[in-house]
């Protein structure tokens, strides 16, 4: 363990969340990788949602290819929000890792520390209301619709080995309904909206400033 680390332990029994949302390819990964580059790694911890996807190692790949992945349901909110509570109170958790590749989780867990800032990022994580509860400060990175499709078949295409006509059925049949009923309304509700088009230095100065405030409170 860190000495910054022990000295948190010490001193806290409780962090300051940032829950940072939006739709799929909206721009929201490469702001929170921009921002954590920003901070000092001692001080701010990341928690991906895609991590917390429920294991389907009872469904061949083929349904787990046929899984409507946007959907709340797919995600094991329950074992995130237990770790959530876990990381206020001081303590570490073992963070589950998930393939892409394989629809599934892996075996692999992950050691997290409790740090004073954590970055909570994902399509879904606001839209559910013990989760959001849980977050001090709010975001939601916005991009139209067919930027987002772009950018995402771009992305599933070189990075995760689908075609193009997987892609575009996945967003006619989930994607795009999903975002709709579940994601797009949590922007009227958030603390600040980013536009994912746009360059991101103000925004990410503005938080950053936070984390900074955040940091130095007694």
């Not at 010490?10 to 954590?36: C, D, H, P, W």
């Not at 839209?127 to 916005?142: G, N, Q």
Request: glycine letters at 4%; proline letters at 5%.
């Amino acid at each position: 363990m860190k000495w910054l680390d022990f000295l948190f332990l010490q001193q806290n029994s409780n962090m300051y969340i940032i829950g940072i949302t939006g739709g799929t390819a909206s721009g929201k990964t490469t702001f929170v990788e921009q921002l954590i580059a920003q901070c000092d790694a001692d001080w701010v911890n990341i928690i991906s949602q895609d991590d917390y996807y429920k294991p389907l190692s009872h469904l061949t790949l083929e349904e787990r290819e046929k899984t409507n992945f946007d959907h709340p349901d797919a995600l094991d909110f329950e074992l995130l929000e237990q770790h959530l509570l876990s990381l206020k109170k001081g303590e570490t958790i073992e963070k589950p890792t998930y393939s892409f590749e394989t629809h599934n989780r892996l075996v692999q867990k992950i050691d997290i520390l409790p740090k004073p800032i954590l970055i909570l990022e994902g399509i879904l994580v606001l839209s559910i209301l013990e989760i959001k509860s849980l977050c001090d400060y709010t975001i939601f990175v916005d991009a139209p619709e067919i930027v987002r499709q772009e950018r995402r078949l771009q992305r599933d295409m070189a990075e995760r080995g689908r075609t193009r006509e997987s892609v575009l059925y996945q967003f006619e049949t989930n994607i795009h309904p999903m975002h709709r009923q579940f994601i797009d309304p949590i922007k009227t509700t958030v603390n600040k909206i980013i536009d994912g088009t746009q360059s991101f230095d103000t925004p990410l100065k503005e938080v950053v400033n936070l984390i900074e405030k955040q940091v130095s409170l007694p």
